[in-house]
């Protein structure tokens, strides 16, 4: 005589898929972050992004690079809840998000505050933030005309 078999799912089954769905979603949150992080001008994106909202054109200037890479950056930030944008007229703004997207971006936004000061390339890039901004003052004067 053949012995049936119950293949419902027991209490304990579904605590165990419904942690592991949480634990993937956990762990692919962080690698999010984390990969977002990995690159230098990205970095760099977010330490100047500490000093103010920015639009692309001003970091293309402090980065010197070109528009379509700064905007692939801005997207793996965006995307990784690191920063966040809005629109003002034809301007994409960006800033810094406050994190509530993912944890993993609120801590290390908060730990990346305390690091890098003291680099030379963070510290030429502040430098350039008002030349950045002066450019971004011209481009709209000029489409203004």
Same mark, same amino acid.
């Given at each position: 005589m053949a012995r049936s078999v119950d293949y419902r799912l027991t209490s304990f089954d579904e605590a165990y898929i419904f942690q592991?769905?949480?634990?993937?979603?956990?762990?692919?949150?962080? *690698?999010r972050v984390m990969k977002a992080l990995s690159d230098?001008?990205?970095?760099?994106?977010? &330490? $100047? +992004? %500490?000093?103010?909202?920015?639009?692309?054109?001003? *970091?293309?200037?402090l980065l010197e690079l070109a528009q379509p890479t700064v905007s692939k950056?801005? &997207? $793996? +930030? %965006?995307?990784?809840?690191?920063?966040?944008?809005?629109?003002q007229g034809t301007w994409i703004l960006y800033s810094l998000s406050n994190g509530e997207e993912s944890v993993y971006a609120r801590t290390m936004l908060d730990q990346l505050k305390g690091w890098l000061g003291n680099d030379p390339a963070v510290h030429k890039m502040t430098q350039?933030?008002?030349?950045?901004?002066?450019?971004?003052?011209?481009?709209?004067?000029?489409?203004k005309r």
């Open positions: 592991k769905n949480d634990l993937e979603s956990d762990m692919k949150a962080f *690698i230098p001008n990205r970095v760099a994106v977010l &330490k $100047i +992004l %500490e000093q103010g909202e920015r639009c692309v054109c001003e *970091i293309q200037y950056h801005m &997207k $793996i +930030l %965006e995307e990784a809840g690191l920063v966040k944008r809005r629109r350039g933030l008002p030349y950045a901004a002066a450019l971004r003052s011209k481009k709209s004067a000029k489409n």
